[in-house]
């Protein structure tokens, strides 16, 4: 089975520029001259809520982590000249529990961060390392602003969405002269579906003029999930299925919908939603349509965005079982797993043509969407 894939770019990017101009007012005297102040963009963080809960051993409450821009830090000697600015993440205990050490990994795609081949999380691969720092409640890790394109010292600044997985061996006082110990992670969503019940989350960074009284400028929606819903005569919501026939629920915990199956002559358009939690269309936002036509033996998926959105990243599965399956031969809905995993940019349209097909086929698509200004 093979796939192509072609895409256009959405021409409306964020642009802002770095300079603001501020000039002294001419005087008469001929020794005074012109002043010329220039004032570089900050980075900030588009979410209202930074801060993610630190789950120790699945379900225990042990602290947060909170993730700051600091903008004034100088990390020329990293960078490069005029460099500045990281993300400063904290990780702080509560409830009498403390940390053992901590791991950090951030980057701008999820394949930044350090897996196996099953999709687990390589934690002693992770770039940022505490080392043995028993009996502390806090500790921070700064990532150089420059790591995800960001920094103080470029010209162009579009919004970034940011990974992050944030580990952590906590411990706390079981009132017998020892220790309860558990892993834990910042949390967000897994990274398999079955198996290791590690976590990521994600922020979105963007730029502000750094000027008091800036221009206003349109912040970008924050970026969201997506599925194409095939109506409810074919989509099966992954939450609550049972895709393997054993008359028991998969225990998928992720929302979407495989749809099928599709027989050859098949041509139709489905919705693609944002945000639909549960697969509960009422909260979810129409983005695009996503046109499917198979003709026995090769089938085009087209993506056409609806109102100002575009696609970060795009997933697709096709094929003759309702679901891919990952390296344990088992059914998976993570979207990194899928045969057609690209990153895409700012795309408004999509197509993908997968070949070597027969019989009755299903259709997954998946797709990070973010707002356009």
């Known amino acids: 089975m093979t796939t192509r894939n072609s895409l256009r770019s959405a021409s409306t990017k964020l642009v802002l520029t770095a300079l603001s101009l501020a000039v002294t007012a001419i005087a008469c005297d001929v020794d005074q001259d012109d002043s010329l102040e ?56 509560t409830d009498g529990w403390e940390l053992v050490e901590a791991h950090l ?8 961060i350090p897996t ?18 028993t009996g502390a409640t806090e500790h921070s890790f700064d990532v150089p602003l420059c790591e995800l394109g960001l920094d103080g010292a470029q010209e162009v600044c579009e919004p970034v969405m940011t990974y992050l997985a944030a580990h952590a ?11 309860e110990t558990q892993t834990g992670w910042g949390n967000g969503q897994g990274f398999v579906d079955q198996g290791s019940w590690a976590e990521y989350f994600t922020l979105t960074l963007e730029c502000t003029p750094d000027d008091p009284t800036p221009t206003p400028t349109p912040s970008p929606m924050a970026c969201e999930t997506s599925f194409a819903f095939g109506g409810d005569d074919i989509a099966t919501c992954f939450i609550g299925a049972d895709f393997n026939g054993d008359l028991k629920d998969d225990g998928f915990k992720r929302w979407g919908w ?14 693609v939603y944002a945000g639909a939690g549960q697969c509960d269309l009422g909260k979810g936002t129409h983005i695009g349509d996503l046109a499917v036509a198979y003709d026995g033996a090769t089938a085009t998926v087209e993506f056409s965005r609806v109102g100002d959105y575009a696609l970060a990243e795009e997933h697709l599965y096709v094929g003759n079982e309702p679901l ?23 795309a408004t349209h999509t197509l993908n043509t997968v070949d070597g097909l027969s019989g009755e086929i299903y259709v997954v698509y998946h797709g990070v969407v973010c707002g356009a200004n």
């Open 116 to 133: 196996t081949k099953q999709g687990n999380p390589k934690v002693g691969n992770f770039a940022y390392k505490s080392g043995d720092i």
């Open 169 to 179: 061996s906590v411990r706390k006082d079981d009132g017998n002269g020892g220790f």
């Open 258 to 271: 495989s749809n099928g199956p599709l027989s050859a002559g098949t041509s139709v358009v489905w919705p």
């Open 105 to 112: 990994a951030v980057g701008d795609a999820l394949s930044d």
């Open 324 to 346: 891919p399956r990952d390296v344990n031969d088992e059914y998976t809905v993570a979207p990194g797993q899928y045969p057609v995993n690209i990153e895409l940019g700012d």
């Open 38 to 93: 220039v004032r570089e963009r900050s980075v900030k963080i588009a979410e209202s809520e930074t801060c993610v809960t630190l789950i120790a051993g699945q379900s225990i409450d042990a602290g947060t982590v909170c993730t700051v821009v600091d903008n004034s830090v100088d990390t020329s000697a990293t960078c490069g000249a005029g460099a500045t600015g990281v993300v400063r993440t904290t990780y702080t205990t």
